[in-house]
């Protein structure tokens, strides 16, 4: 998913910015956190990357932590 952002500097400047969001798998439950869908369970809104996820966000099927080393794998579309 691409998302483009355009920021407000001053009453006239802009400053647009491109930003790819990646979808990522859960490799114990097989879930995709994919960010255009957030997670509203989770209270995640649409557009937030993984990355911008907060540490003691879990998985919504399995319920294990993004923290957790070696359990989410970005996919590569």
């Given at each position: 998913?691409v998302?483009d952002?355009?920021?407000?500097l001053?009453r006239?400047?802009?400053?647009s910015?491109t930003i790819i969001?990646?979808?990522?798998?859960?490799?114990?439950?097989?879930?995709?956190y994919?960010?255009?869908?957030?997670d509203?369970?989770g209270?995640?809104l649409p557009?937030?990357?993984f990355?911008?996820?907060?540490?003691t966000w879990?998985?919504p099927?399995?319920n294990?932590l993004?923290?957790?080393?070696g359990v989410?794998?970005?996919?590569d579309?």
């Amino acid at each position: 998913m691409v998302l483009d952002i355009t920021i407000r500097l001053r009453r006239s400047s802009f400053l647009s910015k491109t930003i790819i969001l990646t979808r990522w798998v859960c490799l114990e439950c097989h879930y995709i956190y994919d960010p255009a869908k957030g997670d509203p369970k989770g209270g995640i809104l649409p557009g937030v990357a993984f990355e911008d996820l907060p540490d003691t966000w879990r998985c919504p099927e399995c319920n294990i932590l993004k923290v957790k080393k070696g359990v989410f794998k970005r996919l590569d579309d």
